[in-house]
Protein backbone atom coordinates (compact mmCIF):
# COMPACT_ATOMS: atom_id res chain seq x y z
CA UNK A 1 0.00 0.00 0.00
CA UNK A 2 1.49 3.36 -1.27
CA UNK A 3 2.43 5.41 2.18
CA UNK A 4 2.22 2.26 4.66
CA UNK A 5 5.58 0.82 5.38
CA UNK A 6 4.44 -2.28 7.10
CA UNK A 7 7.71 -3.34 8.22
CA UNK A 8 8.25 -0.01 10.17
CA UNK A 9 5.17 -0.03 12.23
CA UNK A 10 6.26 -3.51 13.47
CA UNK A 11 9.62 -2.51 14.29
CA UNK A 12 7.83 0.81 16.55
CA UNK A 13 5.83 -1.74 17.96
CA UNK A 14 8.30 -3.75 19.25
CA UNK A 15 10.48 -1.12 20.60
CA UNK A 16 7.85 0.69 21.95
CA UNK A 17 6.85 -2.78 24.16
CA UNK A 18 9.93 -2.48 25.83
CA UNK A 19 9.61 1.43 26.66
CA UNK A 20 9.49 2.42 30.31
CA UNK A 21 6.45 4.19 32.75
CA UNK A 22 9.18 7.05 32.96
CA UNK A 23 9.07 7.25 28.69
CA UNK A 24 5.58 7.55 28.69
CA UNK A 25 5.81 9.78 31.67
CA UNK A 26 8.25 12.08 29.13
CA UNK A 27 5.88 11.82 26.33
CA UNK A 28 2.77 12.91 28.29
CA UNK A 29 4.05 16.03 29.64
CA UNK A 30 5.04 16.38 25.63
CA UNK A 31 1.37 15.87 24.74
CA UNK A 32 0.52 18.74 27.59
CA UNK A 33 2.14 21.48 25.72
CA UNK A 34 -0.15 20.80 22.61
CA UNK A 35 2.38 19.15 20.78
CA UNK A 36 1.45 16.59 17.76
CA UNK A 37 3.68 12.94 18.92
CA UNK A 38 6.08 10.92 16.91
CA UNK A 39 5.14 7.61 15.24
CA UNK A 40 7.26 6.35 18.04
CA UNK A 41 5.80 8.20 21.10
CA UNK A 42 2.41 7.32 19.94
CA UNK A 43 3.47 3.45 19.53
CA UNK A 44 4.90 3.66 23.02
CA UNK A 45 1.35 5.20 24.45
CA UNK A 46 -0.24 2.24 22.71
CA UNK A 47 1.38 0.30 24.00
CA UNK A 48 2.23 0.71 28.01
CA UNK A 49 0.11 -2.00 29.95
CA UNK A 50 0.65 -0.31 33.57
CA UNK A 51 -3.06 0.76 34.86
CA UNK A 52 -2.10 4.16 36.30
CA UNK A 53 0.13 5.50 32.97
CA UNK A 54 -3.42 4.14 31.02
CA UNK A 55 -5.49 6.28 33.78
CA UNK A 56 -2.53 9.23 33.10
CA UNK A 57 -3.13 8.86 29.51
CA UNK A 58 -7.42 9.48 29.76
CA UNK A 59 -6.40 12.11 31.78
CA UNK A 60 -3.81 13.73 29.91
CA UNK A 61 -6.47 13.33 26.81
CA UNK A 62 -9.13 15.02 28.75
CA UNK A 63 -6.73 18.16 29.35
CA UNK A 64 -5.61 18.68 25.47
CA UNK A 65 -9.70 18.01 24.35
CA UNK A 66 -10.35 20.74 26.72
CA UNK A 67 -7.28 22.90 25.47
CA UNK A 68 -8.06 22.60 22.27
CA UNK A 69 -11.31 22.68 21.68
CA UNK A 70 -12.94 23.93 24.77
CA UNK A 71 -16.21 21.71 26.17
CA UNK A 72 -17.87 21.61 22.87
CA UNK A 73 -19.08 18.58 21.26
CA UNK A 74 -20.62 19.13 17.63
CA UNK A 75 -24.04 16.85 16.86
CA UNK A 76 -24.57 15.07 13.41
CA UNK A 77 -26.76 12.34 11.84
CA UNK A 78 -25.83 10.17 9.16
CA UNK A 79 -28.34 9.73 6.16
CA UNK A 80 -28.40 6.58 4.20
CA UNK A 81 -29.34 6.82 0.38
CA UNK A 82 -28.65 3.86 -0.62
CA UNK A 83 -28.13 0.05 0.62
CA UNK A 84 -27.62 -1.30 -3.28
CA UNK A 85 -23.97 -1.56 -3.43
CA UNK A 86 -21.98 -3.44 -5.91
CA UNK A 87 -18.73 -4.00 -3.71
CA UNK A 88 -18.13 -7.02 -1.46
CA UNK A 89 -16.54 -6.29 1.75
CA UNK A 90 -17.27 -9.25 4.02
CA UNK A 91 -18.58 -7.33 7.24
CA UNK A 92 -21.02 -5.38 5.60
CA UNK A 93 -24.71 -5.58 5.60
CA UNK A 94 -24.89 -3.92 2.01
CA UNK A 95 -21.89 -6.41 0.54
CA UNK A 96 -23.40 -7.46 -2.81
CA UNK A 97 -24.53 -11.27 -2.55
CA UNK A 98 -26.20 -10.76 0.74
CA UNK A 99 -29.74 -11.63 0.23
CA UNK A 100 -31.14 -8.48 2.48
CA UNK A 101 -34.45 -6.13 1.74
CA UNK A 102 -32.32 -2.87 0.10
CA UNK A 103 -33.62 0.33 -0.73
CA UNK A 104 -32.48 3.13 -3.31
CA UNK A 105 -33.97 6.84 -1.47
CA UNK A 106 -35.87 8.67 -4.18
CA UNK A 107 -35.29 12.19 -4.06
CA UNK A 108 -38.78 12.90 -2.22
CA UNK A 109 -37.67 10.15 0.16
CA UNK A 110 -34.81 12.15 1.23
CA UNK A 111 -36.86 15.62 1.51
CA UNK A 112 -38.93 13.52 3.67
CA UNK A 113 -36.18 12.10 6.15
CA UNK A 114 -34.31 15.59 5.74
CA UNK A 115 -37.60 17.52 7.04
CA UNK A 116 -38.15 14.40 9.89
CA UNK A 117 -33.77 14.83 10.74
CA UNK A 118 -34.58 18.85 10.96
CA UNK A 119 -37.51 18.45 12.77
CA UNK A 120 -35.78 16.85 15.61
CA UNK A 121 -33.49 18.97 15.67
CA UNK A 122 -30.72 18.15 13.21
CA UNK A 123 -28.73 20.30 11.38
CA UNK A 124 -25.39 18.56 10.21
CA UNK A 125 -25.87 15.56 7.81
CA UNK A 126 -23.26 12.86 7.16
CA UNK A 127 -24.88 11.29 3.52
CA UNK A 128 -23.61 7.78 3.23
CA UNK A 129 -23.88 5.57 0.43
CA UNK A 130 -22.68 2.38 -0.95
CA UNK A 131 -21.57 2.49 -4.62
CA UNK A 132 -24.13 1.71 -7.03
CA UNK A 133 -24.08 2.30 -10.78
CA UNK A 134 -25.54 5.73 -10.45
CA UNK A 135 -22.55 6.99 -8.57
CA UNK A 136 -21.95 10.29 -8.08
CA UNK A 137 -24.85 11.82 -9.99
CA UNK A 138 -27.35 10.52 -7.66
CA UNK A 139 -24.80 12.19 -4.27
CA UNK A 140 -25.51 15.52 -6.05
CA UNK A 141 -28.90 15.04 -6.53
CA UNK A 142 -29.44 13.93 -2.83
CA UNK A 143 -26.84 16.63 -1.37
CA UNK A 144 -28.98 19.88 -3.29
CA UNK A 145 -32.34 17.88 -2.65
CA UNK A 146 -30.88 18.15 1.16
CA UNK A 147 -30.04 21.63 0.98
CA UNK A 148 -33.06 22.95 -0.16
CA UNK A 149 -35.26 21.56 2.21
CA UNK A 150 -37.04 24.26 4.99
CA UNK A 151 -38.62 23.14 7.62
CA UNK A 152 -40.05 26.42 9.37
CA UNK A 153 -36.84 28.42 9.93
CA UNK A 154 -34.37 25.79 9.65
CA UNK A 155 -32.68 24.29 7.15
CA UNK A 156 -28.97 22.09 6.92
CA UNK A 157 -26.33 23.63 7.80
CA UNK A 158 -23.31 21.41 6.30
CA UNK A 159 -23.81 17.97 4.54
CA UNK A 160 -20.68 15.84 4.77
CA UNK A 161 -20.17 12.63 2.71
CA UNK A 162 -18.95 8.98 2.67
CA UNK A 163 -19.37 7.32 -0.45
CA UNK A 164 -17.39 5.47 -2.99
CA UNK A 165 -14.01 7.41 -3.96
CA UNK A 166 -14.95 8.45 -7.38
CA UNK A 167 -12.21 10.36 -10.16
CA UNK A 168 -11.12 13.97 -9.82
CA UNK A 169 -14.06 15.15 -12.09
CA UNK A 170 -16.83 13.77 -10.04
CA UNK A 171 -14.86 15.30 -6.52
CA UNK A 172 -14.79 18.62 -8.46
CA UNK A 173 -18.86 18.24 -8.71
CA UNK A 174 -19.28 17.21 -5.01
CA UNK A 175 -17.14 20.37 -3.89
CA UNK A 176 -19.41 22.52 -6.31
CA UNK A 177 -22.63 20.78 -4.62
CA UNK A 178 -20.88 22.00 -1.16
CA UNK A 179 -20.13 19.13 0.25
CA UNK A 180 -17.96 19.97 3.54
CA UNK A 181 -16.16 16.80 4.97
CA UNK A 182 -15.56 13.83 2.20
CA UNK A 183 -14.71 10.83 4.68
CA UNK A 184 -12.97 7.97 3.58
CA UNK A 185 -12.03 5.10 5.92
CA UNK A 186 -9.35 2.98 4.62
CA UNK A 187 -10.96 -0.19 6.76
CA UNK A 188 -7.48 -1.69 7.59
CA UNK A 189 -4.16 -0.40 6.48
CA UNK A 190 -2.59 -4.33 6.84
CA UNK A 191 -2.62 -5.26 3.20
CA UNK A 192 -2.75 -8.77 3.65
CA UNK A 193 -5.70 -8.48 5.35
CA UNK A 194 -7.54 -5.67 3.54
CA UNK A 195 -6.99 -7.93 0.32
CA UNK A 196 -9.12 -10.90 2.14
CA UNK A 197 -11.84 -8.59 3.39
CA UNK A 198 -12.65 -7.18 0.07
CA UNK A 199 -11.86 -10.31 -2.04
CA UNK A 200 -13.78 -8.19 -4.99
CA UNK A 201 -16.25 -5.49 -6.11
CA UNK A 202 -16.32 -2.82 -8.48
CA UNK A 203 -13.27 -0.15 -6.51
CA UNK A 204 -13.19 -0.93 -3.04
CA UNK A 205 -10.96 -4.46 -3.76
CA UNK A 206 -7.79 -1.89 -4.48
CA UNK A 207 -6.52 -0.38 -1.63
CA UNK A 208 -4.31 2.17 -3.66
CA UNK A 209 -7.56 2.95 -5.00
CA UNK A 210 -8.97 3.85 -2.06
CA UNK A 211 -5.65 5.53 -0.74
CA UNK A 212 -5.17 7.65 -3.55
CA UNK A 213 -8.86 8.88 -3.85
CA UNK A 214 -7.48 11.55 -0.86
CA UNK A 215 -5.07 12.94 -3.17
CA UNK A 216 -8.14 12.75 -5.59
CA UNK A 217 -9.80 15.07 -3.12
CA UNK A 218 -7.54 17.35 -2.69
CA UNK A 219 -6.82 17.47 -6.30
CA UNK A 220 -10.30 18.88 -6.81
CA UNK A 221 -9.69 21.58 -3.85
CA UNK A 222 -11.90 19.51 -1.17
CA UNK A 223 -9.53 19.81 1.66
CA UNK A 224 -11.56 18.74 4.58
CA UNK A 225 -10.98 14.64 4.25
CA UNK A 226 -11.97 12.58 6.79
CA UNK A 227 -10.08 9.79 7.41
CA UNK A 228 -10.20 6.12 9.54
CA UNK A 229 -10.05 2.33 10.62
CA UNK A 230 -12.77 -0.08 10.83
CA UNK A 231 -11.87 -1.74 14.11
CA UNK A 232 -12.00 -5.27 14.26
CA UNK A 233 -10.44 -5.98 11.07
CA UNK A 234 -6.89 -6.21 12.27
CA UNK A 235 -4.55 -5.29 15.41
CA UNK A 236 -5.61 -2.01 17.15
CA UNK A 237 -2.00 -1.03 17.75
CA UNK A 238 -0.81 -1.99 14.06
CA UNK A 239 -4.08 -0.23 12.04
CA UNK A 240 -4.05 3.33 14.96
CA UNK A 241 -0.29 3.51 13.89
CA UNK A 242 -0.56 3.06 10.10
CA UNK A 243 -3.19 5.18 10.05
CA UNK A 244 -1.28 7.85 11.64
CA UNK A 245 1.57 7.44 9.42
CA UNK A 246 -0.80 8.33 6.23
CA UNK A 247 -1.71 11.64 7.99
CA UNK A 248 2.11 11.87 7.90
CA UNK A 249 1.61 11.41 4.06
CA UNK A 250 -1.16 13.76 4.40
CA UNK A 251 0.49 16.62 5.51
CA UNK A 252 3.63 15.95 4.31
CA UNK A 253 1.87 16.01 0.66
CA UNK A 254 -0.53 18.55 1.13
CA UNK A 255 0.43 20.53 3.76
CA UNK A 256 -2.28 19.58 5.76
CA UNK A 257 -4.04 16.21 7.87
CA UNK A 258 -7.26 14.96 7.78
CA UNK A 259 -9.94 17.53 9.35
CA UNK A 260 -11.68 14.48 11.25
CA UNK A 261 -10.45 11.00 12.07
CA UNK A 262 -13.55 8.73 13.05
CA UNK A 263 -13.13 5.29 14.82
CA UNK A 264 -15.88 2.60 14.09
CA UNK A 265 -15.93 -0.59 16.06
CA UNK A 266 -16.91 -3.57 13.77
CA UNK A 267 -20.37 -4.14 14.68
CA UNK A 268 -22.89 -7.29 13.97
CA UNK A 269 -24.32 -6.91 10.40
CA UNK A 270 -27.41 -9.16 9.03
CA UNK A 271 -26.89 -11.91 7.25
CA UNK A 272 -23.14 -11.23 8.06
CA UNK A 273 -21.43 -13.65 10.54
CA UNK A 274 -17.86 -11.75 10.47
CA UNK A 275 -18.30 -10.06 13.28
CA UNK A 276 -18.69 -13.76 15.30
CA UNK A 277 -15.80 -14.80 13.60
CA UNK A 278 -12.96 -12.03 13.70
CA UNK A 279 -10.03 -12.71 16.01
CA UNK A 280 -9.24 -9.33 16.26
CA UNK A 281 -12.67 -7.54 17.99
CA UNK A 282 -11.41 -4.29 20.26
CA UNK A 283 -12.51 -4.48 23.90
CA UNK A 284 -13.84 -1.52 25.67
CA UNK A 285 -10.37 -0.76 27.45
CA UNK A 286 -8.76 -0.87 23.90
CA UNK A 287 -11.03 1.32 22.58
CA UNK A 288 -10.86 4.08 25.17
CA UNK A 289 -6.65 3.63 24.65
CA UNK A 290 -7.21 4.48 21.23
CA UNK A 291 -9.57 7.36 21.14
CA UNK A 292 -7.26 9.28 24.14
CA UNK A 293 -4.37 7.95 22.01
CA UNK A 294 -5.62 9.72 18.96
CA UNK A 295 -6.14 12.96 20.57
CA UNK A 296 -2.88 12.68 21.63
CA UNK A 297 -1.37 11.72 19.08
CA UNK A 298 -2.83 14.73 16.34
CA UNK A 299 -3.92 17.27 19.01
CA UNK A 300 -5.89 19.74 16.29
CA UNK A 301 -7.97 16.40 14.44
CA UNK A 302 -11.51 16.12 15.45
CA UNK A 303 -12.31 12.69 16.33
CA UNK A 304 -15.73 11.56 15.40
CA UNK A 305 -17.83 8.73 17.39
CA UNK A 306 -20.91 7.30 16.07
CA UNK A 307 -23.85 5.41 17.67
CA UNK A 308 -22.02 2.11 17.19
CA UNK A 309 -21.14 2.07 20.29
CA UNK A 310 -23.42 1.25 23.28
CA UNK A 311 -24.47 5.01 25.82
CA UNK A 312 -22.21 4.03 28.94
CA UNK A 313 -18.85 3.39 26.27
CA UNK A 314 -20.45 7.36 24.31
CA UNK A 315 -20.46 8.74 27.99
CA UNK A 316 -16.87 7.56 28.61
CA UNK A 317 -15.26 8.11 25.95
CA UNK A 318 -16.45 11.37 24.86
CA UNK A 319 -14.72 13.29 27.31
CA UNK A 320 -11.26 11.60 26.03
CA UNK A 321 -10.87 13.37 23.25
CA UNK A 322 -14.14 13.59 21.07
CA UNK A 323 -15.17 16.38 19.17
CA UNK A 324 -18.53 14.98 17.25
CA UNK A 325 -20.87 12.63 17.79
CA UNK A 326 -24.03 10.92 15.79
CA UNK A 327 -27.29 11.20 17.42
CA UNK A 328 -30.19 9.45 17.05
CA UNK A 329 -29.00 7.97 13.96
CA UNK A 330 -30.65 5.46 11.75
CA UNK A 331 -28.52 3.18 9.41
CA UNK A 332 -31.62 1.92 7.07
CA UNK A 333 -32.44 4.27 3.78
CA UNK A 334 -35.57 6.26 4.89
CA UNK A 335 -35.19 4.47 8.55
CA UNK A 336 -36.33 7.74 9.81
CA UNK A 337 -39.24 8.82 8.12
CA UNK A 338 -40.57 5.53 7.31
CA UNK A 339 -42.60 3.43 9.41
CA UNK A 340 -43.51 0.43 7.07
CA UNK A 341 -39.58 0.05 6.12
CA UNK A 342 -39.06 -2.42 8.56
CA UNK A 343 -38.33 -4.98 6.47
CA UNK A 344 -35.21 -2.72 4.97
CA UNK A 345 -32.01 -3.77 6.70
CA UNK A 346 -29.57 -1.46 8.06
CA UNK A 347 -26.08 -1.75 6.98
CA UNK A 348 -24.92 -2.84 11.12
CA UNK A 349 -26.29 -2.65 14.62
CA UNK A 350 -26.41 0.39 16.41
CA UNK A 351 -26.39 0.41 20.20
CA UNK A 352 -27.09 4.22 21.54
CA UNK A 353 -30.35 4.30 20.81
CA UNK A 354 -31.05 7.44 23.29
CA UNK A 355 -33.22 10.81 21.23
CA UNK A 356 -31.27 14.02 20.28
CA UNK A 357 -33.25 15.61 23.20
CA UNK A 358 -31.71 12.90 25.49
CA UNK A 359 -28.16 13.29 23.84
CA UNK A 360 -28.52 16.95 24.31
CA UNK A 361 -29.54 16.12 27.85
CA UNK A 362 -26.73 13.84 28.71
CA UNK A 363 -23.98 16.51 27.38
CA UNK A 364 -25.25 18.91 29.72
CA UNK A 365 -25.31 17.02 32.85
CA UNK A 366 -21.30 16.19 31.91
CA UNK A 367 -20.91 20.05 31.25
CA UNK A 368 -20.43 19.54 27.18
CA UNK A 369 -21.98 21.89 24.57
CA UNK A 370 -24.01 20.20 22.47
CA UNK A 371 -23.15 22.43 19.28
CA UNK A 372 -24.93 22.88 15.88
CA UNK A 373 -22.43 24.60 14.73
CA UNK A 374 -21.29 24.71 10.75
CA UNK A 375 -19.27 28.44 11.28
CA UNK A 376 -15.95 27.67 9.65
CA UNK A 377 -17.12 25.98 6.82
CA UNK A 378 -19.11 28.70 6.12
CA UNK A 379 -16.73 30.73 6.49
CA UNK A 380 -14.18 28.73 4.39
CA UNK A 381 -12.24 28.14 7.96
CA UNK A 382 -11.15 24.81 6.33
CA UNK A 383 -8.33 22.41 5.77
CA UNK A 384 -4.71 24.62 6.39
CA UNK A 385 -7.12 27.54 7.00
CA UNK A 386 -8.87 25.36 10.22
CA UNK A 387 -5.84 24.08 11.25
CA UNK A 388 -4.02 27.78 11.49
CA UNK A 389 -6.65 28.66 13.92
CA UNK A 390 -6.61 25.39 16.05
CA UNK A 391 -3.09 25.22 16.70
CA UNK A 392 -2.41 28.37 18.39
CA UNK A 393 -6.11 27.87 20.48
CA UNK A 394 -7.57 30.51 18.77
CA UNK A 395 -10.51 28.19 17.69
CA UNK A 396 -11.76 26.99 20.87
CA UNK A 397 -13.00 30.79 22.08
CA UNK A 398 -15.07 31.12 18.91
CA UNK A 399 -16.07 27.14 18.62
CA UNK A 400 -17.77 28.22 22.37
CA UNK A 401 -19.22 31.17 21.15
CA UNK A 402 -20.79 29.26 18.22
CA UNK A 403 -21.64 26.55 20.13
CA UNK A 404 -23.57 28.70 22.75
CA UNK A 405 -25.36 30.28 19.99
CA UNK A 406 -26.59 27.23 18.01
CA UNK A 407 -27.16 25.32 21.72
CA UNK A 408 -30.10 28.46 22.44
CA UNK A 409 -31.28 27.86 18.78
CA UNK A 410 -32.10 24.43 19.90
CA UNK A 411 -33.18 24.55 23.17
CA UNK A 412 -35.69 27.25 22.30
CA UNK A 413 -37.15 25.32 19.04
CA UNK A 414 -36.73 21.09 20.06
CA UNK A 415 -35.59 21.08 23.53
CA UNK A 416 -38.46 19.39 26.29
CA UNK A 417 -39.14 21.78 29.21
CA UNK A 418 -36.41 20.39 31.55
CA UNK A 419 -33.25 20.55 28.74
CA UNK A 420 -34.42 23.80 28.02
CA UNK A 421 -34.04 24.68 31.95
CA UNK A 422 -30.26 22.91 32.36
CA UNK A 423 -29.44 23.94 28.82
CA UNK A 424 -30.11 27.92 29.81
CA UNK A 425 -28.24 27.43 33.30
CA UNK A 426 -24.90 25.62 31.21
CA UNK A 427 -25.47 28.84 28.44
CA UNK A 428 -25.51 30.95 31.90
CA UNK A 429 -22.23 29.89 32.84
CA UNK A 430 -20.16 29.61 30.25
CA UNK A 431 -21.05 33.09 28.57
CA UNK A 432 -19.96 34.58 32.38
CA UNK A 433 -16.34 32.82 31.84
CA UNK A 434 -16.00 34.31 28.31
CA UNK A 435 -13.57 37.66 27.29
CA UNK A 436 -15.97 40.81 27.64
CA UNK A 437 -15.74 41.01 23.71
CA UNK A 438 -17.40 37.44 23.15
CA UNK A 439 -19.68 38.42 25.77
CA UNK A 440 -21.19 41.28 24.39
CA UNK A 441 -21.14 39.57 20.82
CA UNK A 442 -22.99 36.59 22.39
CA UNK A 443 -25.60 38.63 23.80
CA UNK A 444 -26.30 40.33 20.19
CA UNK A 445 -26.84 37.42 18.67
CA UNK A 446 -29.26 36.43 22.01
CA UNK A 447 -31.27 39.01 21.33
CA UNK A 448 -31.87 38.25 17.90
CA UNK A 449 -32.66 34.93 18.33
CA UNK A 450 -35.18 36.11 20.92
CA UNK A 451 -36.26 38.19 18.29
CA UNK A 452 -37.16 35.25 15.81
CA UNK A 453 -33.68 35.22 13.59
CA UNK A 454 -31.94 31.55 13.30
CA UNK A 455 -28.46 30.24 11.77
CA UNK A 456 -26.50 33.31 13.80
CA UNK A 457 -23.02 32.36 13.90
CA UNK A 458 -19.38 34.22 14.30
N1 LIG B 1 -19.80 2.39 0.85
C1 LIG B 1 -18.82 3.36 1.12
C2 LIG B 1 -17.55 2.79 1.67
O1 LIG B 1 -17.54 1.65 2.09
O2 LIG B 1 -16.57 3.53 1.71
C3 LIG B 1 -19.29 4.41 2.06
C4 LIG B 1 -20.07 4.18 3.27
S1 LIG B 1 -19.97 2.73 4.25
C5 LIG B 1 -21.67 2.57 4.16
C6 LIG B 1 -19.43 3.47 5.76
C7 LIG B 1 -18.53 2.70 6.66
O3 LIG B 1 -19.27 1.78 7.41
C8 LIG B 1 -17.47 1.85 6.04
O4 LIG B 1 -16.37 2.61 5.60
C9 LIG B 1 -17.11 0.89 7.18
O5 LIG B 1 -16.01 1.35 7.93
C10 LIG B 1 -18.35 0.94 8.06
N2 LIG B 1 -18.92 -0.39 8.27
C11 LIG B 1 -19.22 -1.31 7.33
N3 LIG B 1 -19.67 -2.44 7.91
C12 LIG B 1 -19.64 -2.24 9.25
C13 LIG B 1 -19.96 -3.06 10.40
N4 LIG B 1 -20.39 -4.31 10.27
N5 LIG B 1 -19.82 -2.51 11.63
C14 LIG B 1 -19.39 -1.25 11.77
N6 LIG B 1 -19.07 -0.44 10.74
C15 LIG B 1 -19.18 -0.93 9.49
FE1 LIG C 1 -20.54 -1.36 0.06
FE2 LIG C 1 -19.36 0.35 1.76
FE3 LIG C 1 -20.68 -1.79 2.69
FE4 LIG C 1 -18.40 -2.12 1.42
S1 LIG C 1 -18.69 -1.02 3.39
S2 LIG C 1 -20.26 -3.30 1.06
S3 LIG C 1 -18.47 -0.51 -0.13
S4 LIG C 1 -21.55 -0.07 1.61
Redesign the pocket.
Known sequence: MHYIDEQKIHELLTAAAASSVEDAGRILAKARTLTRLTLAETATLLSVRNPQTINDIYQTASFVKDAIYGRRVVMFAPMYITSF?S???VY?A??ADNNITRRHLSIDDIRRETVGLLNSGHKRILVVA??EPSGVDFYIEAIKAIYGVRAGNNAVKRININCAPVAVDDFLKLKAAGIGTFQIFQETYHEQTYRQVHPA?TS?HDPDNRLDAVDRAFAAGIDDIGVGVLYGLYDWRFDTLAMLMHVEAMEQRHGVGPHTISVPRLEPAAGIDFFEKTPYKVSDEDFKRIVAVLRLSVPYTGIILSTREEPAMRDAVINLGVSQISAASCTTPGGYTDADGDAVAG?FKTSDHRSLNEMVSVLIGHNNIPSFCAACYRKERTGAAFMALAKPGAIKTMCNVNALITLKEYLEDFASPEVRRTGYELIRRYQNDLPPEEQRILEKMFTAIDAGARDQYV
Open positions: CNRCCFTGEGKQ
